[in-house]
């Protein structure tokens, strides 16, 4: 499966982007999803991930009740809306897939990953 992740950009603390990642290439509803980010100079850490059938999510504590993964298996589509952004959540976000079915957080179990889109909040 490839992915193309889009809609970073620069916003003001407080406001809100949304986040898709298109993907192509067969079984994307046997996929587990998930977002990533890494700021400059840190370590990447997992965001919000997404069982295959969109059932189950899981999300990181630094963003619960802000961030919220959904996706679109009609579509091949899956999406992170992020409210009340924060400029500690400047980062480049990436999607990525599992083939393991679940909504996991460990990025050692993604084996696809998209290109990154940066997210910029200024304060």
């Known amino acids: 499966v490839q992915l193309q992740a889009s809609g970073g950009g620069l916003v003001q603390a407080g406001e809100s982007l949304r986040l898709s990642c298109a993907a192509s290439?067969?079984?994307?509803?046997?996929?587990?999803m998930g977002w990533f980010r890494q700021g400059a100079g840190k370590e990447r850490e997992f965001v919000a991930s997404?069982?295959?059938?969109?059932?189950?999510?899981s999300h990181a504590e630094s963003v619960k009740g802000r961030f919220t993964i959904s996706r679109d298996n009609a579509k091949n589509m899956v999406y992170l809306q992020m409210n009340s952004l924060k400029y500690e959540d400047t980062a480049v976000y990436y999607c990525?897939?599992?083939?393991?079915?679940?909504?996991?957080?460990?990025?050692?179990?993604?084996?696809?990953w998209g290109q990154g889109t940066l997210v910029t909040v200024s304060s």
């Open positions: 290439g067969r079984g994307f509803s046997t996929y587990g």
């Open positions: 997404t069982s295959p059938s969109g059932g189950g999510a």
């Open positions: 990525a897939a599992t083939t393991t079915g679940l909504a996991v957080t460990r990025d050692g179990l993604y084996g696809y």
